[in-house]
């Protein structure tokens, strides 16, 4: 038996227990007389005692051993004179009466501590080490337990849990695919699935009814932000349902989430549009733990010299701004940090106008085009009050959105209008079906080409397809598009529309997607779902930093295993055998 006990269990209830444990050594403390070891596993950590009077010898043994030796002793429980109440076993120590040393330890390369010296880059090319961190492991555990509530609820609203395979055809998530080269089929590949999008959607013509699976989905994108090439999606597919039903359904289960993982019950969730979104936030997944919306400007604007925002209006853009509440003391090198901000390349204003109001009245950047009485009207529409700051920007309203948007969560970055632990869960709603790719001009589906047009809006299809809104919908969590989905076409004819206002000729939809336009032929059900990507709602419900913090073996921010070195050449051998040369 290597041992009785884990060494987070035992107590003051205990004592006098003879008991066996097993686990790493964290410290080994040489008092003189006394030696005294921390011994460390999963569940905990408990204090052994060494004592020369007692055993010199075994107290000799103890002294040598190194941090991350893997031992085992037996002893026996008993009270501790100086007791630790940070440490749930912190009343009681063990007696050690025999010592075995299981597996020794080079010293590690970092510290095993919360507040570890190790960088990232060794941590992850030692992740075991850094599992046995406290704070990842318990990520991990939160992690697990979401999943287990997320299949409970699930399986209590009849959903099944069903597997689809890794190696299949493209499918169009929009981003690149990964693909795996095929020994038997020379010159064919499979692609790994951006999602399993068509294979639910299939399931549902099965009459599956309700389906979900806890999936790898892999996008090869460029290194942009923290993401990952392989991340983990909770799949949901459900039959006979209105965007209604989805949401109720999706809502509930987050809401049983947060319950049972954090103790917090959730109201019912904000609906947003995608157009509002943009408009008061200037983003499709805003942050509301903070007010502080934007206010378009340009309709009541006093008539003044001022070019700036004359021209900008008479080029149909919109002048627009942010009460910064409470920031009317403001120096001039912090509002020329933020100007500074919006001016990045990204996102491409000119500038700031402010007005602050403060002890001394009303003062402002434009103090030479406007009145007092003409700053007041400006100063309404923003229901300021003395002690605000009001920051403004002309633009086309593409750019005015984004960078106000950026600049709310700059202002609440800087000034703590977030509290931490708070949560805003919301669904954004109503996203249009289309957008034109910045590059080409072409019109590009937002999610995916199997989202179903809102009824009222199928007669643009044709005539003005920017103008459609999908039956789409996103759960946003603190600012993070945490869920996407979607009402699916399950109509031939219409979904041959979109087809063709995506641009795809009759062999391409037949190439790429015949196999599901021919499945529905065979009666489709009406149907919807979505999908939850879970690294990221995990890292929401923990500590981290990063999404790679609640996944125990991630990819770099480059792409890369640190740990296993990969992706790396192969042998010339295995390419031969898969017919494929490297180019130079
Ligand atoms: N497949 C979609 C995605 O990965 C989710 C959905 O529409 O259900 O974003």
């Given at each position: 038996?290597?041992?009785?006990?884990?060494?987070?269990?035992?107590?003051?209830?205990?004592?006098?227990?003879?008991?066996?444990?097993?686990?790493?050594?964290?410290?080994?403390?040489?008092?003189?007389?006394?030696?005294?070891?921390?011994?460390?596993?999963r569940?905990?950590?408990?204090?052994?005692?060494?004592?020369?009077?007692?055993?010199?010898?075994?107290?000799?043994?103890a002294?040598?051993?190194?941090?991350?030796?893997?031992?085992?002793?037996?002893?026996?429980?008993?009270?501790?004179?100086?007791?630790?109440?940070?440490?749930?076993?912190?009343?009681?120590e063990?007696?050690?009466?025999?010592?075995?040393?299981?597996?020794?330890?080079?010293?590690?390369?970092?510290?095993?501590?919360d507040?570890?010296?190790?960088?990232?880059?060794?941590?992850?090319?030692?992740?075991?080490?850094?599992?046995?961190?406290?704070?990842?492991?318990?990520?991990?555990?939160?992690?697990?337990?979401?999943?287990?509530?997320?299949?409970?609820?699930?399986?209590?609203?009849?959903?099944?849990?069903i597997?689809?395979?890794?190696?299949?055809?493209?499918?169009?998530?929009?981003?690149?695919?990964?693909?795996?080269p095929?020994?038997?089929?020379?010159?064919?590949?499979?692609?790994?699935?951006?999602?399993?999008?068509?294979?639910?959607?299939?399931?549902?013509?099965?009459?599956?009814?309700?389906?979900?699976?806890?999936?790898?989905?892999?996008?090869?994108?460029?290194f942009?932000?923290?993401?990952?090439?392989?991340?983990?999606?909770?799949?949901?597919?459900?039959?006979?349902?209105?965007?209604?039903?989805?949401?109720?359904?999706?809502?509930?289960?987050?809401?049983?989430?947060?319950?049972?993982?954090?103790?917090?019950?959730?109201p019912?969730?904000?609906?947003?549009?995608?157009?509002?979104?943009?408009?008061?936030y200037?983003?499709?997944?805003?942050?509301?733990?903070?007010?502080?919306?934007?206010?378009?400007?340009?309709?009541?604007?006093?008539?003044?010299?001022?070019?700036?925002?004359?021209?900008?209006?008479?080029?149909?853009?919109?002048?627009?701004?942010?009460?910064?509440?409470?920031?009317?003391?403001?120096?001039?090198?912090?509002?020329?940090?933020?100007?500074?901000?919006?001016?990045?390349?990204?996102?491409?204003?000119n500038?700031?106008?402010?007005?602050?109001?403060?002890?001394?009245?009303?003062?402002?950047?434009?103090?030479?085009?406007?009145?007092?009485?003409?700053?007041?009207?400006?100063?309404?529409?923003?229901?300021?009050?003395?002690?605000?700051?009001i920051?403004?920007?002309?633009?086309?309203?593409?750019?005015v959105?984004?960078?106000?948007?950026?600049?709310?969560?700059?202002?609440?970055?800087?000034?703590g209008?977030?509290?931490?632990?708070?949560?805003?869960?919301?669904?954004v709603v109503?996203?249009?079906?289309?957008?034109?790719?910045?590059?080409?001009?072409?019109?590009?589906?937002?999610?995916?080409?199997?989202?179903?047009?809102?009824?009222?809006?199928?007669?643009?299809?044709?005539?003005?397809?920017?103008?459609?809104?999908g039956?789409?919908y996103?759960?946003?969590?603190?600012?993070?598009?945490?869920?996407?989905?979607?009402?699916?076409?399950?109509?031939?004819?219409?979904?041959?529309k979109?087809?063709?206002?995506?641009g795809?000729?009759?062999?391409?939809?037949?190439?790429?997607?015949?196999?599901?336009?021919?499945?529905?032929?065979y009666g489709?059900?009406?149907?919807?779902?979505?999908?939850?990507?879970?690294?990221?709602?995990?890292?929401?419900?923990?500590?981290?930093?990063?999404?790679?913090?609640?996944?125990?073996?991630?990819?770099?921010?480059?792409?890369?295993?640190?740990?296993?070195?990969?992706?790396?050449?192969?042998?010339?051998?295995?390419?031969?055998?898969?017919?494929?040369a490297?180019?130079?």
């Amino acid at each position: 038996m290597y041992r009785s006990n884990h060494c987070g269990a035992l107590r003051i209830e205990d004592l006098g227990k003879q008991v066996t444990l097993s686990g790493w050594v964290q410290t080994n403390r040489d008092l003189g007389a006394m030696t005294f070891v921390d011994l460390r596993d999963r569940y905990g950590i408990t204090q052994l005692a060494f004592s020369t009077e007692k055993n010199a010898e075994l107290t000799e043994k103890a002294r040598k051993l190194g941090r991350e030796f893997v031992i085992q002793v037996t002893g026996t429980v008993i009270e501790r004179s100086s007791k630790n109440k940070n440490n749930p076993t912190g009343d009681i120590e063990i007696e050690v009466a025999e010592l075995k040393v299981i597996s020794i330890s080079e010293t590690p390369p970092f510290t095993i501590i919360d507040d570890t010296d190790g960088s990232e880059e060794i941590r992850l090319r030692h992740r075991y080490l850094d599992i046995r961190r406290p704070i990842m492991r318990d990520r991990l555990i939160t992690r697990a337990k979401m999943v287990k509530v997320i299949r409970e609820y699930l399986d209590n609203q009849d959903f099944i849990e069903i597997e689809t395979p890794n190696f299949i055809k493209s499918t169009p998530e929009g981003a690149r695919d990964f693909l795996v080269p095929s020994r038997l089929h020379p010159g064919n590949f499979y692609a790994l699935p951006q999602s399993p999008q068509i294979l639910k959607q299939l399931l549902m013509v099965s009459g599956m009814d309700r389906y979900y699976q806890v999936v790898k989905c892999y996008r090869d994108e460029d290194f942009r932000g923290d993401r990952q090439p392989e991340f983990t999606q909770v799949d949901c597919e459900m039959s006979f349902v209105h965007q209604e039903d989805v949401l109720n359904m999706f809502e509930g289960m987050t809401k049983t989430v947060f319950q049972k993982i954090k103790g917090i019950e959730l109201p019912d969730f904000q609906r947003i549009t995608f157009h509002d979104a943009m408009k008061y936030y200037g983003s499709d997944k805003p942050d509301l733990r903070f007010d502080c919306k934007i206010v378009e400007i340009q309709d009541i604007l006093p008539k003044s010299e001022f070019v700036v925002f004359n021209q900008v209006i008479e080029n149909n853009g919109i002048v627009a701004g942010v009460n910064a509440k409470g920031c009317a003391g403001y120096t001039r090198k912090q509002i020329d940090a933020l100007t500074d901000f919006v001016k990045e390349p990204h996102r491409g204003l000119n500038g700031l106008v402010w007005i602050r109001w403060n002890e001394e009245g009303i003062k402002s950047s434009v103090d030479k085009f406007y009145t007092p009485e003409q700053l007041e009207i400006i100063l309404k529409a923003f229901d300021a009050e003395k002690g605000d700051l009001i920051l403004l920007g002309a633009e086309r309203a593409s750019k005015v959105r984004k960078s106000l948007g950026d600049l709310r969560l700059e202002l609440a970055k800087n000034n703590g209008w977030i509290k931490e632990g708070d949560y805003s869960v919301l669904w954004v709603v109503d996203f249009p079906l289309f957008e034109l790719d910045e590059e080409t001009g072409e019109t590009i589906f937002m999610h995916h080409p199997f989202c179903m047009p809102h009824e009222t809006d199928i007669q643009y299809l044709e005539s003005e397809p920017l103008k459609v809104r999908g039956q789409l919908y996103d759960m946003v969590i603190n600012g993070n598009e945490i869920v996407s989905g979607s009402i699916r076409i399950h109509d031939k004819q219409l979904q041959d529309k979109i087809f063709n206002i995506l641009g795809m000729t009759e062999e391409e939809i037949e190439n790429k997607f015949g196999f599901m336009v021919n499945a529905f032929r065979y009666g489709a059900p009406p149907h919807g779902g979505c999908a939850f990507g879970l690294d990221r709602w995990v890292l929401l419900m923990t500590s981290g930093d990063t999404i790679r913090d609640v996944i125990a073996f991630p990819k770099s921010s480059n792409g890369k295993d640190m740990m296993m070195d990969a992706p790396t050449y192969v042998d010339p051998k295995q390419l031969d055998e898969l017919g494929i040369a490297i180019k130079k």
